[in-house]
Nanobody
């Protein structure tokens, strides 16, 4: 069964950094778009960033541009989200996802991880 497993969440002070990892259970996603989304309590799930698995043009939400960086490591079958200059409003459950065709929209993604909690204290 194809799985995406996130890790790296935690509690950090405002201005700090975290790196999230998303490990794919197999190389099925080599032709996919890999994305990160987040969902805060009481809010809808929203797009954060995405990247083609084999590299290429990346997209970021305006709220994270210049602070977050998405990347892939094919050898490790892993997608990363480096998060710097974190703000309290970045607090959310972060999800990794894979899409065969679409980008940025939640409904375009076919596979989802279980999520990892990120909490930023002020």
């Amino acid at each position: 069964q194809v799985q995406l497993v996130e890790s790296g969440g935690g509690l950090v002070q405002a201005g700090g950094s975290l790196r999230l990892s998303c490990e794919a259970s197999e190389r099925t996603f080599s032709s996919y778009i890999m994305g990160w989304f987040r969902q805060a309590p009481g809010k809808e799930r929203e797009f954060v960033a995405d990247i083609p698995w084999n590299g290429g043009l990346t997209y970021y939400a305006d709220s994270v541009k210049g602070r977050f960086t998405i990347s892939t490591d094919n050898a490790k079958n892993t997608v990363y989200l480096q998060m710097n200059s974190l703000k309290p409003e970045d607090t959310a459950v972060y999800y990794c996802a894979a899409s065969r065709f679409g980008r940025q929209l939640v409904r375009a993604y076919d596979y989802w991880g279980q999520g990892t909690q990120v909490t930023v204290s002020s």
